[in-house]
């Protein structure tokens, strides 16, 4: 079983404070979002919680061990990170950016295994990307690109995964596709993830548990149905959404077609 565990985080940059007391927990099987208006430091949590940002107050542990103890090469084998844009300064193919997901997995001397060749297979088959793993990845749309940045994170065949907007760039289908495939990944293989998204009705959809962030906190983490409510909805996102339970969980629509 793997655990996560935020405890009275704060944290945030230069002068500023982005995060105050958190506290959150993240473990095997478990599917979160993380929900929020723009500036309510979602982003700012998942840097925390992969040790990209030191705690001001507060810790961050992983299985019981202190995040600050540990390498980034111990962190990187345990935690993945899909960030919401991957600049490369090289014109890499597909499956070259999906093979730097086994860096720090690699031998003493750097060369790739057979077990290497197969987790980066498994992780293009996975994501559907067998038809553009010999592209550039500067050749792709922003979805494919995406969806590529994906598979680098499961071919590190880390134990965590944390997202950031993973499907901002996707359609509709590979939106649901997507987070789909990383449920039954917590399921099966007992992955513990956490995603930022947008879109509440996705959130909904896949989520096991929904937090909420406003104002660098969190106000509520529960199951979508006990969080996604009309009220709460109101206080954080405005007036102008409207909560509908169907097929019993929460939807959230504008209570009003938009006038010009």
Request: glycine share 10%.
């Amino acid at each position: 079983m793997t655990v996560l565990e935020a405890r009275a985080v704060s944290a945030g940059y230069g002068a500023g404070t982005v995060l105050r007391d958190c506290t959150l927990s993240l473990a095997s099987g478990d599917v979160l979002a993380v929900v929020g208006p723009n500036g309510a430091g979602k982003s700012t949590l998942l840097r925390v919680l992969a040790g990209l940002l030191r705690p001001r107050a507060g810790s961050v542990s992983l299985d019981a061990a202190d995040i600050v103890s540990l390498s980034r090469a111990a962190i990187a084998r345990r935690i993945a990170v899909v960030p919401q844009i991957l600049d490369t300064l090289f014109p890499f193919t597909v499956r070259e950016i999906v093979g730097l997901g086994r860096t720090a997995r690699l031998g003493r001397f750097g060369g790739a295994s057979a077990g290497d060749a197969a987790a980066v297979d498994r992780a293009i088959a996975e994501l559907e990307l067998g038809p553009l793993a010999s592209r550039r990845i500067d050749r792709l749309s922003g979805g494919e690109r995406q969806r590529a940045v994906l598979a680098m994170a499961l071919a590190q065949e880390a134990d965590v995964l944390l997202l950031d907007e993973p499907t901002v760039h996707l359609d509709p289908g590979h939106q649901i596709a997507t987070l789909a495939h990383l449920s039954r990944l917590a399921r099966t293989r007992g992955l513990a993830i956490l995603a930022v998204l947008h879109d509440l009705n996705l959130a909904s959809a896949v989520a096991s548990r929904v937090v909420v962030m406003d104002q660098g906190r969190i106000v509520r983490d529960a199951p979508p149905g006990e969080t996604l409510t009309s009220e709460l909805v109101a206080a954080i996102f405005g007036s102008g959404l409207e909560v509908v339970a169907r097929n019993g969980s929460p939807r959230v629509f504008p209570a009003d077609r938009i006038r010009s």
